[in-house]
């Protein structure tokens, strides 16, 4: 009975009310003089390749395509453009066309249009629409790089607080960039060039390579320098 009513008004606001540009309006004199239907809103219709005019109920919303409207309290989901019951009590929805199972599945989402469904994976992330699950794949500011060609560092002048450089396993000094194999960041949050050559007694070497052993040069991993006595020893 109550669906009859509905589908009779329905049919009645069809006569005077249409949807107009997304939007239900009533169109006077087919000039721009228009004005909204508070009780209505316009769900996308693909069938008609249009809009429909469809009751705003409490809890409900368009499934877009459809040309209805679904609700989740009323166990509906809208499965990319047709509504149908849940299939589990579990099922909810990722933006406004995926329906997902929230305890084995993540939603990612840029907004409401751009989401996707992945299948739950341990210390998965997402950034933006994206899941990120391998360890050198990282997000900065809802984009993904891969820490071994990019660096992110924080920034003052993007909207997201930080911003991407093209330099391979980087690192930052406050907010720059810097590559840690020709630079270091110093005391005072510069980035300097690496000071690679030291002096053992008077010795110079590349610090990066070799050690001090007191007085003796090591090569760093391959031995190993007991500073107390100043003995040189094999890396076992
Ligand atoms: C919308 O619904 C309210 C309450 O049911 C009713 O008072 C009002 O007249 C309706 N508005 C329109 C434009 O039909
Ligand atoms: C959603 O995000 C995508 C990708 O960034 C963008 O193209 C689209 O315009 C956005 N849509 C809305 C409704 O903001
Ligand atoms: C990163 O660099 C490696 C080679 O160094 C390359 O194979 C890979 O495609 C690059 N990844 C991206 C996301 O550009
Ligand atoms: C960074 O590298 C990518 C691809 O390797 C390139 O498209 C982009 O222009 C580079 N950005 C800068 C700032 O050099
Ligand atoms: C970037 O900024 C955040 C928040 O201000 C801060 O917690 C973080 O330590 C900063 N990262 C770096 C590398 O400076």
Known sequence: MCKLIAIAVILIVGLSWTCYGGRIRKICNGHGRSRMHRNYTCCQNSGT???TPQPILPDHRCCPGSGRTFSESENQVCDNGRIREKTNPDETMCGVLLPYNVNSQVCCKTNITTARVYD??????CCNHDYLTDDSI????GQTYDILNQTCCNSSETDTGVRLYNISNGKCCNDRPYDQTR??????????????????QDQPYNSLLNGCCVIDLYVKGAQLCHHETGTIITNP
């Open 49 to 51: 390749g249009g809009w």
């Open 138 to 141: 990282r997000c900065c500011g």
């Open 120 to 125: 739950k994976v341990p210390n998965g992330q």
């Open 183 to 200: 630079q270091e960041c110093n005391s005072d949050l510069e980035v300097v060039s690496r000071r690679t050559i030291k002096y053992c």
